[in-house]
């Protein structure tokens, strides 16, 4: 049916201080059309006039669009905007655009003009709400369908695909999410989707690998629709949503889908595909689909385990995003406190809760799904009517904040001044009032949402229920595992359950199950004090599922609240050890031994362990497995010990150093032994490992590769060794390399030793892999680069024969000793500092190894030192070089002092960081506990060096503010922002 035309049906808004501008702007542009008259013809009425002056005085995304064609203004503003947009709804269906930019620059303009139509219509109150986001989802269906359509039309052109070009029939499903799928979709929203497909279905040309295809349908409609040309975008699309986004590709097959939903589906999740809707393609497939899951939507129980898991999400927006109060400058009307979000939660709790047994509840629009819930009493009419007004002024005053820019936007605006503007968008005149206004919608809805989900007494240790009896979740239990902390609890009772119905070799017997029971409370408390309570217990309950028996540790457990406590940390703050847990449950023996973690660590006591094993060991692979497994251990052990504070930062890396030096003394013995029974010796033999880095500084980590050069000599007469199979000198000393560097770091079935780099060879990679002495000599005294240098200024043999070796360190001290020009050697040094920056490009202040300022600044100053003068000394740590450097005067008190103290701290924290984890530090990812390890490493490192540099005890550590971790981030930046100005000091480096 006709409309009166948009001028008559638009209320006032009130006048704007930028209406004469917008209006003065139109009428120029409109001369350069030649439409001047058209659009004195609009104007001429000065009501029509006024609403144009401050509508698109105050969007510029609207007067911008209202100027690219003043004739399309005239037709909106003259004629039904609904049919308008209509009419480009149904030339989106029927179109075939003949190429890209065609489908590009059609998809674009039409939403050019819906976002006019719309605007003008909804600005005028000539439109309620729930047009405006019903028209905008059909045009976004439209959207898509048009781009799926070219998307399939190329493919059939192409040979790929012979089926219905509208997906009908493909078993290509894809399903709108959110406010899209809800069809109520924003002014300037993305589009959610999840895109899913049949892999049997038809349509595909034989040959065609369906996931292939239809990813590249997928990232075919996403470029058709966001990519921005001259014409702006069509829609932002978002594929998030989907099951594991990270890992997964943007088209699931559906049984893959119904396996993850099945299997490790969220509670989020299910919250999220309440207002899921087949939109595009094969709409039968993604109707059957959705049908599919929706027993893993739609609980037959009352689920109120849902609440918690979604209550605590909303709270984590307030706690990230700064939103736990009530304002209105600045403030996000959809996540904040009193907004959109939580009018949405609600509801949709609700129908989480009441939805498996009510089908009248599982609509997926939020308005009608409030009538319903106070329909069916589940909430007050009161309460329902108060959200409902507040969702749509909240969801109108959304629509004028993103229309002013065509941005996605939520926020308020900061200053009082937008603020007016957008009051005047909303028919507001007085800035005071309509301020007011927002924060009383905004407190109503904060008040209703507190009287649902927020009334929840807080226990404390040793209250709330925690009951695992039976089939069905206990909420008690559920609210009690949330209150310790647990985002997963009913994860955690199907396990608990799980361990008492003894599934797995720990829990078959009744003591073991008995034992287990009664330390069960107190073991969920500990690991809710772990940092992250979720991730120590899926820690906890793998090791116990590869146990061979859990009554011995379980009693020791009980007996031991310390070893409890320290178990439950290293399962929630250290996931890299949490792993070497479930690969190697038998670790544990290791915290089970009071003398192994508590006695002073001494080498000689490590050597003699690995001796005493390597001495049970029958073959030579055997003793190769059983190497591996002691350095595993004790690396691990290392690592513990650190944690509990029992080992400083720099002692553990002498500790690692030691363990590997131990460990490539013996496999090098056992190794000759093996490599000389197959090709006897060479006359006159010698050979000599070198180690380099951090080995060679014993500075090693939990997760250092070795870098490791040999060198050999022998008769000059020697031409051929005298075994069963004969080699040349260079061949037999080629061959032990690699049998050597094969039995450090060649996996078995214990895994790997240690990495080994031997690129620090002469030559690099280019050179032999064992160097004759003479030629080590020759290079390092001709022919080596300055890098080359540095990297030897911290080198050590480390095992071998001990006359060659000592010939090697004379060799080092030659090299050291010689005289430098130290202007020329500063700036080759500076030079390779620039070079790795230039590679590498680091920005995160964690990256501490080659972050500007890092530890790699201490290292070159150090190596630097060495080589302008300072006598080198075997195994000694950069901090220790830096502090020589200082008393020797070679170094700059004060900028050798700073870097000293960085090294120390730095070095500290990197060791922290590869014992928790072997991946890149993220600390907006990483677990609380992760972060407090990292806070106390930091004191102990400040007082390791206070004990150095003053003498005698430090002073008691300060007292640690609520954001300890966000101090140490910040001093860690402003340590490195210093540490590269020494730096640029000592070497004359350009800063």
Same mark, same amino acid.
């Given at each position: 049916?006709?409309?009166?035309?948009?001028?008559?049906?638009?209320?006032?808004?009130?006048?704007?201080?930028?209406?004469?501008?917008?209006?003065?702007?139109?009428?120029?542009?409109?001369?350069?059309?030649?439409?001047?008259?058209?659009?004195?013809?609009?104007?001429?009425?000065?009501?029509?006039?006024?609403?144009?002056?401050?509508?698109?005085?105050?969007?510029?995304?609207?007067?911008?669009?209202?100027?690219?064609?003043?004739?399309?203004?005239?037709?909106?503003?003259?004629?039904?905007?609904?049919?308008?947009?209509?009419?480009?709804?149904?030339?989106?269906?029927?179109?075939?655009?003949?190429?890209?930019?065609?489908?590009?620059?059609?998809? %674009?303009?039409? $939403? !050019?003009? +819906? /976002? &006019?139509?719309?605007?003008?219509?909804?600005? *005028?109150? #000539?439109?309620?709400? @729930?047009?405006?986001?019903?028209?905008?989802?059909?045009?976004?269906?439209?959207?898509?369908?048009?781009?799926?359509?070219?998307?399939?039309?190329?493919?059939?052109?192409?040979?790929?695909?012979?089926?219905?070009?509208?997906?009908?029939?493909?078993?290509?499903?894809?399903?709108?999410?959110?406010?899209?799928?809800?069809?109520?979709?924003?002014?300037?929203?993305?589009?959610?989707?999840?895109?899913?497909?049949?892999?049997?279905?038809?349509?595909?040309?034989?040959?065609?690998?369906?996931?292939?295809?239809?990813? %590249?349908?997928? $990232? !075919?409609? +996403? /470029? &058709?629709?966001?990519?921005?040309?001259?014409? *702006?975008? #069509?829609?932002?699309? @978002?594929?998030?949503?989907?099951?594991?986004?990270?890992?997964?590709?943007?088209?699931?097959?559906?049984?893959?889908?119904?396996?993850?939903?099945?299997?490790?589906?969220?509670?989020?999740?299910?919250?999220?595909?309440?207002?899921?809707?087949?939109?595009?393609?094969?709409?039968?497939?993604?109707?059957?689909?959705?049908?599919?899951?929706?027993?893993?939507?739609?609980?037959?129980?009352?689920?109120?385990?849902?609440?918690?898991?979604?209550?605590?999400?909303?709270?984590?927006?307030?706690?990230?995003?700064?939103?736990?109060?009530?304002?209105?400058?600045?403030?996000?009307?959809?996540?904040?406190?009193?907004?959109?979000?939580?009018?949405?939660?609600?509801?949709?709790?609700?129908?989480?809760?009441?939805?498996?047994?009510?089908?009248?509840?599982?609509?997926?629009?939020?308005?009608?799904?409030?009538?319903?819930?106070?329909?069916?009493?589940?909430?007050?009419?009161?309460?329902?009517?108060?959200?409902?007004?507040?969702?749509?002024?909240?969801?109108?005053?959304?629509?004028?904040?993103?229309?002013?820019?065509?941005?996605?936007?939520?926020?308020?605006?900061?200053?009082?001044?937008?603020?007016?503007?957008?009051?005047?968008?909303?028919?507001?005149?007085?800035?005071?009032?309509?301020?007011?206004?927002?924060?009383?919608?905004?407190?109503?809805?904060?008040?209703?949402?507190?009287?649902?989900?927020?009334?929840?007494?807080?226990?404390?240790?040793?209250?709330?229920?925690?009951?695992?009896?039976?089939?069905?979740?206990?909420?008690?239990?559920?609210?009690?595992?949330?209150?310790?902390?647990?985002?997963?609890?009913?994860?955690?009772?199907?396990?608990?359950?799980?361990?008492?119905?003894?599934?797995?070799?720990?829990?078959?017997?009744?003591?073991?199950?008995?034992?287990?029971?009664?330390?069960?409370?107190?073991?969920?408390?500990?690991?809710?004090?772990?940092?992250?309570?979720?991730?120590?217990?899926?820690?906890?309950?793998?090791?116990?599922?590869?146990?061979?028996?859990?009554?011995?540790?379980?009693?020791?457990?009980?007996?031991?609240?310390?070893?409890?406590?320290?178990?439950?940390?290293?399962?929630?703050?250290?996931?890299?050890?949490?792993?070497?847990?479930?690969?190697?449950?038998?670790?544990?023996?290791?915290?089970?031994?009071?003398?192994?973690?508590?006695?002073?660590?001494?080498?000689?006591?490590?050597?003699?362990?690995?001796?005493?094993?390597?001495?049970?060991?029958?073959?030579?692979?055997?003793?190769?497995?059983?190497?591996?497994?002691?350095?595993?251990?004790?690396?691990?052990?290392?690592?513990?010990?650190?944690?509990?504070?029992?080992?400083?930062?720099?002692?553990?890396?002498?500790?690692?150093?030691?363990?590997?030096?131990?460990?490539?003394?013996?496999?090098?013995?056992?190794?000759?032994?093996?490599?000389?029974?197959?090709?006897?010796?060479?006359?006159?033999?010698?050979?000599?490992?070198?180690?380099?880095?951090?080995?060679?500084?014993?500075?090693?980590?939990?997760?250092?590769?070795?870098?490791?050069?040999?060198?050999?000599?022998?008769?000059?007469?020697?031409?051929?060794?005298?075994?069963?199979?004969?080699?040349?000198?260079?061949?037999?000393?080629?061959?032990?390399?690699?049998?050597?560097?094969?039995?450090?770091?060649?996996?078995?079935?214990?895994?790997?030793?240690?990495?080994?780099?031997?690129?620090?060879?002469?030559?690099?990679?280019?050179?032999?892999?064992?160097?004759?002495?003479?030629?080590?000599?020759?290079?390092?005294?001709?022919?080596?680069?300055?890098?080359?240098?540095?990297?030897?200024?911290?080198?050590?043999?480390?095992?071998?024969?001990?006359?060659?070796?000592?010939?090697?360190?004379?060799?080092?001290?030659?090299?050291?000793?010689?005289?430098?020009?130290?202007?020329?050697?500063?700036?080759?040094?500076?030079?390779?500092?620039?070079?790795?920056?230039?590679?590498?490009?680091?920005?995160?202040?964690?990256?501490?190894?080659?972050?500007?300022?890092?530890?790699?600044?201490?290292?070159?100053?150090?190596?630097?030192?060495?080589?302008?003068?300072?006598?080198?000394?075997?195994?000694?740590?950069?901090?220790?070089?830096?502090?020589?450097?200082?008393?020797?005067?070679?170094?700059?008190?004060?900028?050798?002092?700073?870097?000293?103290?960085?090294?120390?701290?730095?070095?500290?924290?990197?060791?922290?960081?590869?014992?928790?984890?072997?991946?890149?530090?993220?600390?907006?990812?990483?677990?609380?506990?992760?972060?407090?390890?990292?806070?106390?490493?930091?004191?102990?490192?400040?007082?390791?060096?206070?004990?150095?540099?003053?003498?005698?005890?430090?002073?008691?550590?300060?007292?640690?503010?609520?954001?300890?971790?966000?101090?140490?981030?910040?001093?860690?930046?402003?340590?490195?922002?210093?540490?590269?100005?020494?730096?640029?000091?000592?070497?004359?480096?350009?800063?």
């Amino acid at each position: 049916m006709q409309r009166e035309p948009l001028r008559r049906l638009v209320q006032a808004l009130p006048e704007s201080p930028a209406a004469e501008a917008a209006l003065i702007s139109l009428r120029e542009t409109a001369a350069r059309q030649d439409a001047a008259d058209r659009l004195e013809g609009l104007l001429a009425d000065a009501a029509t006039a006024s609403f144009l002056g401050t509508a698109l005085g105050e969007c510029p995304f609207l007067l911008d669009l209202a100027e690219k064609d003043i004739d399309r203004l005239a037709r909106i503003v003259e004629g039904d905007p609904l049919a308008i947009v209509a009419g480009e709804i149904e030339a989106l269906g029927s179109t075939v655009f003949a190429t890209k930019a065609d489908a590009m620059r059609g998809l %674009r303009c039409s $939403r !050019q003009t +819906v /976002a &006019l139509a719309l605007g003008l219509a909804d600005l *005028g109150r #000539a439109v309620d709400l @729930d047009t405006v986001t019903t028209v905008l989802s059909d045009f976004a269906d439209a959207a898509l369908g048009g781009a799926l359509r070219f998307a399939l039309e190329e493919a059939r052109r192409k040979g790929t695909y012979a089926g219905d070009p509208s997906g009908a029939g493909s078993g290509f499903a894809i399903l709108g999410m959110g406010k899209y799928g809800a069809r109520e979709l924003n002014y300037s929203s993305d589009i959610d989707l999840i895109v899913v497909y049949e892999p049997a279905a038809g349509g595909l040309a034989e040959g065609t690998e369906p996931s292939v295809f239809w990813v %590249r349908i997928v $990232r !075919q409609i +996403v /470029a &058709l629709l966001q990519e921005r040309t001259a014409d *702006g975008y #069509a829609f932002r699309v @978002d594929l998030r949503l989907r099951p594991d986004p990270g890992a997964t590709p943007v088209a699931l097959s559906i049984p893959g889908a119904l396996l993850y939903y099945e299997s490790m589906g969220q509670n989020w999740e299910r919250a999220a595909l309440i207002k899921a809707r087949a939109c595009a393609g094969d709409i039968a497939t993604g109707n059957a689909f959705l049908a599919e899951i929706a027993p893993f939507i739609w609980r037959k129980y009352l689920d109120f385990a849902a609440i918690a898991d979604i209550h605590s999400i909303k709270r984590q927006v307030h706690a990230h995003r700064g939103h736990s109060d009530v304002t209105v400058l600045g403030h996000d009307i959809k996540r904040g406190r009193g907004g959109i979000r939580e009018i949405e939660f609600f509801v949709q709790t609700q129908q989480l809760i009441a939805g498996g047994r009510d089908r009248s509840l599982r609509g997926i629009q939020t308005r009608p799904m409030l009538a319903m819930l106070a329909e069916r009493s589940w909430i007050g009419r009161r309460t329902a009517e108060v959200l409902d007004d507040a969702y749509v002024y909240l969801r109108t005053l959304e629509h004028r904040l993103q229309m002013v820019r065509d941005e996605q936007t939520h926020s308020m605006p900061a200053d009082r001044e937008a603020l007016a503007r957008i009051g005047r968008l909303m028919g507001q005149g007085d800035p005071a009032a309509f301020e007011a206004e927002v924060r009383g919608v905004l407190e109503r809805v904060a008040t209703r949402y507190s009287e649902l989900f927020e009334d929840a007494p807080e226990l404390t240790s040793g209250k709330g229920n925690l009951v695992f009896t039976g089939g069905d979740d206990d909420p008690e239990t559920l609210r009690t595992l949330r209150e310790f902390g647990f985002q997963h609890p009913e994860a955690v009772t199907e396990a608990v359950r799980a361990w008492h119905f003894g599934r797995f070799p720990a829990m078959r017997s009744t003591t073991a199950r008995e034992r287990l029971t009664e330390i069960t409370p107190v073991l969920l408390e500990a690991l809710s004090r772990a940092g992250n309570p979720d991730q120590a217990f899926r820690s906890f309950d793998a090791l116990l599922r590869k146990l061979p028996a859990g009554a011995q540790l379980f009693a020791i457990l009980q007996s031991n609240p310390e070893l409890l406590d320290l178990l439950a940390f290293i399962l929630g703050a250290a996931p890299r050890l949490a792993e070497i847990f479930t690969r190697r449950p038998h670790v544990v023996d290791t915290l089970i031994e009071p003398a192994i973690i508590n006695d002073r660590l001494d080498r000689s006591d490590i050597e003699e362990r690995l001796q005493a094993t390597l001495r049970e060991a029958k073959d030579y692979e055997e003793a190769l497995n059983r190497a591996r497994l002691f350095a595993a251990e004790q690396r691990f052990l290392f690592s513990v010990r650190m944690i509990r504070g029992g080992l400083s930062p720099v002692e553990t890396g002498h500790a690692f150093s030691d363990l590997a030096e131990l460990v490539i003394e013996a496999l090098y013995q056992r190794t000759l032994e093996e490599f000389r029974a197959q090709h006897g010796r060479l006359e006159g033999s010698a050979e000599a490992i070198i180690a380099f880095g951090r080995l060679g500084s014993r500075e090693m980590t939990a997760g250092s590769d070795l870098d490791l050069i040999v060198v050999y000599s022998h008769d000059p007469d020697a031409t051929v060794s005298d075994g069963p199979r004969p080699l040349a000198p260079s061949q037999y000393y080629t061959r032990f390399t690699q049998r050597l560097v094969a039995a450090l770091s060649a996996p078995t079935s214990e895994g790997v030793a240690y990495a080994v780099d031997t690129r620090l060879r002469p030559s690099g990679r280019a050179g032999p892999l064992a160097t004759h002495i003479e030629a080590f000599r020759h290079y390092q005294l001709n022919d080596a680069w300055t890098w080359e240098h540095m990297a030897l200024s911290r080198a050590r043999p480390i095992a071998g024969d001990a006359g060659l070796a000592d010939t090697v360190r004379a060799i080092m001290d030659e090299v050291m000793g010689r005289p430098r020009e130290r202007a020329s050697l500063a700036a080759d040094v500076a030079g390779m500092r620039a070079k790795v920056d230039e590679a590498r490009g680091t920005k995160s202040c964690w990256e501490l190894k080659t972050i500007p300022g890092g530890l790699m600044d201490c290292e070159f100053v150090a190596q630097f030192a060495v080589l302008a003068g300072l006598a080198k000394i075997e195994g000694e740590t950069t901090a220790e070089t830096l502090w020589r450097g200082v008393e020797d005067g070679c170094l700059p008190a004060e900028d050798g002092g700073l870097l000293a103290r960085s090294a120390v701290a730095q070095s500290a924290l990197l060791q922290a960081l590869r014992i928790a984890d072997d991946k890149a530090f993220d600390p907006d990812a990483a677990p609380d506990g992760m972060k407090t390890l990292l806070v106390r490493t930091t004191e102990r490192a400040r007082q390791d060096f206070a004990r150095r540099v003053e003498g005698g005890e430090p002073a008691p550590a300060a007292a640690q503010s609520r954001d300890a971790f966000g101090d140490l981030q910040r001093e860690l930046e402003e340590l490195q922002s210093g540490t590269r100005q020494a730096f640029q000091r000592v070497l004359g480096a350009p800063a």
